[in-house]
């Protein structure tokens, strides 16, 4: 039996199926467009914002239209959290309705309390009182994170390269 020569073997080696070239081309692919998300992820918390007032990526922008572009910002972070508060005051106030209906079916029944009554009573007065402390707990935690993220969204609206006008000298 003759062997290949040496050349013969590294060409086999070296030589990529065309399935191996593809499967790298689509990985250099994914990568080039990983790479592009991400700066779109960069600059996109103000793209909503300039496409409601019709302003083009890259455009100068005038001193009153980076406010009203740091005012809608603002706006829509508070419209934000104020709906995750209310939504967190809503199940705060389901919980302590469902207490009193506890507390209401109890004295309905009045004398003809049974252990078991009493048992399904405080089962439901404690996990509502757990649940209350947690919606509480959540809600302190709310409006602590709210301040926070209100000083953060102005600071990098004011960092933004994009409304350099709001840090210039008013000529009025």
Request: proline fraction near 2%; charged fraction near 40%; aromatic fraction near 6%.
């Amino acid at each position: 039996m003759a062997q290949p020569d040496d050349n013969e073997k590294f060409s086999k080696v070296l030589d990529k199926t065309i399935y191996e070239k593809a499967r790298e081309k689509m990985k250099e692919g994914k990568k080039k467009s990983e790479d592009e998300t991400t700066q779109k992820k960069e600059r996109s918390f103000l793209d909503p914002f300039l496409k409601k007032l019709n302003i083009k990526e890259g455009t100068a922008i005038e001193e009153e239209t980076a406010i009203n572009i740091k005012n809608e910002a603002l706006r829509s972070l508070k419209d934000r959290l104020l709906t995750r508060a209310e939504i967190i005051q809503r199940r705060l106030e389901e919980e302590q309705k469902n207490l009193e209906n506890a507390y209401m079916e109890l004295r309905r029944k009045g004398d003809n309390i049974s252990a078991k009554d009493e048992k399904e009573y405080e089962s439901a007065v404690n996990k509502a009182n757990f649940r209350m402390d947690i919606l509480t707990e959540r809600a302190q935690q709310h409006y602590k994170n709210s301040l926070d993220k209100f000083t953060q969204l102005d600071k990098q609206l004011m960092e933004e390269p994009m409304l350099a006008a709001l840090k210039q000298p008013t000529n009025h």
